[in-house]
Structures are given as structure tokens and as C-alpha cells.
């Protein structure tokens, strides 16, 4: 296998104990810092270069938000790898117990292309600070942030303990035959499942951060003006290639009505009027993801938008009505600039057929009354939620962020990052004496060493009371 040695030499210099101590772990992070302030403006330039991303978009996405993940753990790291005590019976109020976070070892990062600073990088930031080794295979189809990530960042972390793999399917795959100690994937489900059997070839365990039809519900009550620029920015940003952006929307026909002139008009203010010459809007990243979301243009009918330049991988913001549930659009994650309106009659109807699905990585809903939004969120199930705006909620680094379900296994972003990578040990330490108050355990038993037994040791409910 081409990549065992790389293994191999990564997993000795854990063995080592190289990568435990607070001090190597906040070097490396502050190392990450400086790649960021060091090669932001090729940052800027290989996104806009693999996706058209406006300078702002990449900034906030791909710098910006890491920059938080990476100040919240450098400010926390000392609290988090302290050991955590635990309760402890009456039994044992002599002995230490505690939980001890201990890195897994040596760890794989697969990262996709979308977001190719920040979805590898966010994770990687978790990895370091639980004290792992780490290889970071980024993605082969955002080719330039690919090539700068894999010649810049081998240059500011330790080569002994971190690096970067690069390749397409067949490198990946032989990547995978290797045994790690933890697999961190961000990617679409069907390939989630290669790596998950993978991995379960040497039971190692897995985060897989996936995606789906994330969907929007908005109710008759709202202001249409917000709603129309909150959903547009979140379903456009990035040319649609979010794994959270809203999926589709779900609103009455009195509803898409009032929506339509106002989406028209949000993207006209956002885009002018030819999105084509923005310089905030972005383009598909590859001819065959091009080819992908043009042929899902083909489902219900355009009400805006709708142009495409194969040339410049170019699909304008686009919102389509009279969609059906069976349509090729509703049956696929769509990863782009395209919005479909699925007309229900009420919320109890937009629940049901959220719920009718695969439970989605995100679920937005929009309404004035705070009711009908905390109905749709203790009536569904998703990843995560987030009422009456999109994206939002990945910027907080105290909330965690993963799927659900067909959606993805797992979770990160700021202290649950350090979690997802730290195995929680569990340690009792007990001293050599005392050995009399060992006697009621031994051989030969008696109802009296058991009723000892029960009465130092037991877990009482807290409203229990005893009648003396």
C-alpha cells in the first residue's frame, strides 16, 4: 500500500507521546493561525479560481469563521483536557475517579470541495487540539486550493506528526485500506458509505458529515420581504454549493405569490440585474457538477432565472414553481443555484412531508408567531435548526454541528470538535490499603455482605425518601 509507511511513521511519532503535551498542541494551532494570515490572499485566489467565490463569501467562509474555531479552542484547551471528576458512592469517597480526554491516535480527514479551507481545516483544528497525528486528504476537484494546500500547509505544522495526501477515487480508496484510529468525513451519503465499510473493516470509528434536501418551511404569517432575502442569501451563497443551504421551500399558493416578486427583487438587489456579471456570484465548480444541476432544471417550470453558460459553468439564481415531489429535483441533494417551491395547503401538511423524508442535515422555518416555529421544530428531526433565517447557526462555535440519519453520524465545531477526536476514558485509582472495607466482595458470600454491599454502593433516586 503506497500510503502504509506514511502511516506507519505518523503512528510512531504518537506512540511517542510527541503530540500530548498542552504546549506542542497550541503551538501547532497558533501554526494553523499563521497559514491563514500568511496565505490569505492565495486563499482568495484558489476559491475564486475553483468556484468564482467573491472575495467576501471566501473571507467570511473559508477565514473568518475558521479563525473563530480557532481563537474559541485556543481560549478553552487548558479547561477542556483537564480531567473530569465524577460522582463517586459512598463506598468509594476515598478513591479517585475521573474522565480522562485522550486523543485517538492517528486520524484521516477527507474534506470536500465546497468549502476546501474551512471543512477540513475546522475539523483539523479538533484533531490537533486533542492531541492526534493527522492526515488531510483534501479534495481533488477544487483543484487549486487542493495544489496550495497540499505545497503551503506541510510548511507550518510538524512534518513528523501531520499531512497532506493528494489524489483522486483510486487514491482515496488505497488511503482507506490503511487502519487510523478515526475517520472524519464531510461529504454526499453514498460515498459516506465506502468509507463507513471501510472503516468497519478495522472497527474504526467514524464522523460523517453528509447532506440531504434541507427544507424550508414558511408559514402565512411573516414578513415576505425578510423572508425573500434571508432564503436568497442562504440558498445562493456559494453559488447553492452549501450542504445547509435550503434545499426547497414549502409555503401555501397565497404564500409563493407574495414570494416570487419578492425573490425577484432580492436577487436583484443582491445581483443586479444580470447575475452573470456579479462579482458575488459564483460558479459551479466542474463540468460534471455543471451538468448535474442544469439537467435539474428541467423539473415544474422556471419562474426566475433559469440561464446557464456551460462555458463558464454558469447557472443564474433560479426559482422553479409547480414542482412535483416526484420530480428528478426533489430526489437528489441539489448543490446549487436553483429553489423549488413545493406548494402544501397548511403547516401540519409541510410537516408530514418533511417527515416523510430522510431526516436533512438542516430544516429552516419562517413565521412572525414563534408558535408555529416551535412546532416545526418539536415536530421534525434534522441535524440541526434554525428558525427564521438560514446558515446562521454554523457560525456559532458553541453550537455543534452534524446530521442525522441518512444526514451524517456525528458532530464538531468549537468544544465538540475537541470531543468528536478525544476518547473519554474512564479511571478509577483506589489505594493499597483499607483492605477490610474490600471484605463484604469476597468469598464466601452471605445475605450480610450483600446488605453491606447494597448500602455502600447503591445509586438512590434523588425523590426516594426512607421511613426509619
Given at each position: 500500500?503506497?500510503?502504509?509507511?506514511?502511516?506507519?511513521?505518523?503512528r510512531a511519532?504518537w506512540?511517542?507521546?510527541?503530540?500530548?503535551?498542552m504546549?506542542?498542541?497550541?503551538?501547532?494551532?497558533?501554526a494553523?493561525?499563521?497559514f491563514?494570515d500568511?496565505?490569505?490572499?492565495?486563499?482568495?485566489?484558489?476559491?475564486?479560481?475553483?468556484?468564482?467565490?467573491?472575495?467576501?463569501?471566501?473571507?467570511?467562509?473559508e477565514?473568518?469563521?475558521?479563525?473563530?474555531?480557532?481563537?474559541?479552542?485556543?481560549?478553552?484547551?487548558?479547561?477542556?483536557m483537564?480531567?473530569e471528576?465524577?460522582?463517586?458512592?459512598?463506598?468509594?469517597?476515598?478513591?479517585?475517579?475521573?474522565?480522562?480526554?485522550?486523543?485517538?491516535?492517528?486520524?484521516?480527514?477527507?474534506?470536500?470541495?465546497?468549502?476546501?479551507?474551512?471543512?477540513?481545516?475546522?475539523?483539523?483544528?479538533?484533531?490537533?487540539?486533542?492531541?492526534?497525528?493527522?492526515?488531510?486528504k483534501?479534495?481533488e476537484v477544487?483543484?487549486k486550493t487542493?495544489?496550495?494546500?497540499?505545497?503551503?500547509?506541510?510548511?507550518?505544522l510538524?512534518?513528523?506528526?501531520?499531512?497532506?495526501?493528494?489524489?483522486?477515487?483510486?487514491?482515496?480508496?488505497?488511503?482507506?485500506?490503511?487502519?487510523?484510529?478515526?475517520?472524519?468525513?464531510?461529504g454526499?451519503?453514498?460515498?459516506?458509505?465506502?468509507?463507513?465499510?471501510?472503516?468497519?473493516?478495522?472497527l474504526?470509528?467514524?464522523?460523517?458529515?453528509?447532506g440531504g434536501?434541507?427544507?424550508?418551511?414558511v408559514?402565512?404569517?411573516?414578513?415576505?420581504?425578510?423572508?425573500?432575502?434571508?432564503?436568497a442569501?442562504g440558498?445562493?451563497?456559494?453559488?447553492?454549493?452549501?450542504?445547509?443551504?435550503?434545499?426547497?421551500?414549502?409555503?401555501?399558493?397565497?404564500?409563493?405569490?407574495k414570494?416570487?416578486?419578492?425573490?425577484?427583487k432580492a436577487?436583484?438587489?443582491?445581483?443586479?440585474?444580470n447575475?452573470?456579471?456579479?462579482?458575488?456570484?459564483?460558479?459551479?465548480?466542474?463540468?460534471?457538477?455543471?451538468?448535474?444541476?442544469?439537467r435539474?432544471?428541467g423539473?415544474?417550470?422556471v419562474?426566475i432565472?433559469?440561464?446557464t453558460?456551460?462555458a463558464?459553468?454558469?447557472?443564474?439564481?433560479?426559482v422553479?414553481?409547480?414542482?412535483?415531489?416526484?420530480?428528478p429535483i426533489?430526489?437528489?441533494?441539489i448543490?446549487?443555484?436553483?429553489l423549488?417551491?413545493?406548494?402544501?395547503?397548511?403547516?401540519d401538511?409541510?410537516?408530514?412531508?418533511?417527515?416523510s423524508r430522510?431526516?436533512?442535515?438542516?430544516?429552516?422555518?419562517?413565521?412572525?408567531?414563534?408558535?408555529?416555529?416551535?412546532?416545526?421544530?418539536?415536530?421534525?428531526?434534522s441535524?440541526?435548526?434554525?428558525?427564521?433565517?438560514?446558515?446562521?447557526?454554523v457560525t456559532?462555535?458553541?453550537?455543534?454541528?452534524?446530521?442525522?440519519?441518512n444526514?451524517?453520524?456525528?458532530?464538531?465545531?468549537?468544544?465538540f470538535?475537541?470531543?468528536?477526536?478525544?476518547?473519554?476514558?474512564?479511571?478509577l485509582?483506589?489505594?493499597m490499603?483499607?483492605e477490610?472495607?474490600?471484605?463484604?466482595?469476597?468469598?464466601?458470600?452471605?445475605?450480610?455482605?450483600?446488605?453491606?454491599?447494597w448500602?455502600?454502593s447503591?445509586?438512590?433516586r434523588?425523590?426516594?425518601?426512607?421511613?426509619l
Amino acid at each position: 500500500n503506497p500510503f502504509a509507511g506514511l502511516v506507519s511513521h505518523l503512528r510512531a511519532s504518537w506512540l511517542s507521546g510527541k503530540t500530548r503535551p498542552m504546549e506542542y498542541r497550541i503551538a501547532q494551532l497558533e501554526a494553523l493561525g499563521h497559514f491563514l494570515d500568511d496565505k490569505k490572499q492565495q486563499i482568495l485566489e484558489a476559491t475564486a479560481s475553483d468556484l468564482g467565490k467573491a472575495p467576501f463569501e471566501a473571507e467570511l467562509s473559508e477565514i473568518f469563521l475558521c479563525k473563530n474555531e480557532l481563537h474559541e479552542t485556543l481560549n478553552n484547551l487548558s479547561r477542556w483536557m483537564k480531567d473530569e471528576q465524577v460522582d463517586r458512592t459512598l463506598a468509594m469517597q476515598l478513591d479517585s475517579a475521573f474522565i480522562r480526554k485522550e486523543p485517538y491516535g492517528v486520524v484521516l480527514i477527507i474534506a470536500p470541495w465546497n468549502y476546501p479551507i474551512h471543512l477540513f481545516l475546522v475539523p483539523l483544528i479538533g484533531a490537533i487540539a486533542a492531541g492526534n497525528c493527522v492526515i488531510v486528504k483534501p479534495s481533488e476537484v477544487s483543484k487549486k486550493t487542493e495544489r496550495l494546500v497540499a505545497e503551503a500547509l506541510p510548511s507550518y505544522l510538524d512534518k513528523d506528526c501531520f499531512a497532506v495526501v493528494t489524489g483522486g477515487v483510486p487514491e482515496t480508496t488505497r488511503l482507506l485500506e490503511n487502519k487510523f484510529d478515526y475517520i472524519f468525513f464531510t461529504g454526499i451519503p453514498p460515498v459516506g458509505r465506502i468509507v463507513m465499510t471501510a472503516a468497519a473493516k478495522h472497527l474504526t470509528p467514524v464522523t460523517l458529515e453528509l447532506g440531504g434536501k434541507n427544507p424550508c418551511y414558511v408559514s402565512d404569517t411573516c414578513d415576505v420581504t425578510n423572508v425573500a432575502r434571508r432564503v436568497a442569501w442562504g440558498r445562493f451563497f456559494n453559488a447553492g454549493q452549501t450542504c445547509i443551504a435550503p434545499d426547497y421551500l414549502l409555503c401555501t399558493l397565497e404564500m409563493q405569490e407574495k414570494l416570487l416578486p419578492a425573490l425577484r427583487k432580492a436577487i436583484e438587489d443582491f445581483y443586479g440585474p444580470n447575475p452573470r456579471e456579479s462579482p458575488d456570484f459564483g460558479r459551479i465548480v466542474g463540468d460534471k457538477q455543471f451538468q448535474r444541476v442544469q439537467r435539474l432544471l428541467g423539473s415544474g417550470r422556471v419562474a426566475i432565472g433559469g440561464q446557464t453558460d456551460e462555458a463558464e459553468r454558469y447557472i443564474a439564481p433560479t426559482v422553479l414553481v409547480d414542482v412535483q415531489p416526484s420530480d428528478p429535483i426533489m430526489q437528489e441533494e441539489i448543490f446549487g443555484p436553483i429553489l423549488p417551491i413545493i406548494v402544501i395547503a397548511n403547516m401540519d401538511e409541510a410537516i408530514d412531508f418533511i417527515n416523510s423524508r430522510e431526516r436533512p442535515l438542516a430544516l429552516y422555518a419562517f413565521s412572525s408567531n414563534d408558535k408555529v416555529v416551535n412546532q416545526v421544530l418539536e415536530r421534525t428531526s434534522s441535524g440541526g435548526f434554525c428558525g427564521n433565517d438560514t446558515l446562521m447557526h454554523v457560525t456559532l462555535t458553541s453550537l455543534p454541528f452534524g446530521g442525522i440519519g441518512n444526514s451524517g453520524l456525528g458532530m464538531h465545531h468549537g468544544k465538540f470538535s475537541f470531543d468528536t477526536f478525544s476518547h473519554r476514558r474512564g479511571c478509577l485509582k483506589r489505594g493499597m490499603g483499607r483492605e477490610p472495607l474490600n471484605g463484604p466482595r469476597y468469598p464466601p458470600y452471605s445475605q450480610q455482605k450483600f446488605g453491606v454491599i447494597w448500602a455502600t454502593s447503591k445509586v438512590t433516586r434523588k425523590n426516594d425518601c426512607t421511613l426509619l
